[in-house]
């Protein structure tokens, strides 16, 4: 994966997990994430663009949206089959008509998240 050094850019995330092979083939199997075992045994992944993170124990989930982290997907219709086909549920459900669609949902270690899809760009000059 190619790294962007650039001032300010989000690069890392700490998601809390219950179970983390659980978490770690609810991201693999629903957003494609690529997992790893980092050097101290902790299980990592690495986003299909630039972010990478690691799922971390003894921390509670992110039940609430407070600060909120959205995904960005192509197939919103898609994902959200995916999100329940894993474990995950949809707490608040897309609304269609604007310039992006987003939807929140919880993943199966209760934390909520959310998911951004841009629309395609059609007839322009």
Known sequence: MKVTNANGKICYLEIPAVDVERSALFYASVFGWKMRRRGDGA????????????????RPPSRDAGLLTYVMVAD??????????????????????????????????????????????????
């Open 43 to 58: 299980t990592a992944f690495d986003d299909s663009v630039e972010v990478s993170g690691a799922f971390v124990t003894g």
């Open 76 to 125: 919103i219709e898609t994902t959200i089959e995916l999100i329940a086909a894993h474990g995950g549920e949809i707490v608040e459900p897309p609304v269609l008509g604007a310039p992006e669609t987003i939807a929140r949902f919880r993943d199966p270690a209760g934390n909520v998240l959310g998911l951004y899809q841009e629309k395609a760009l059609s007839n322009r000059g």
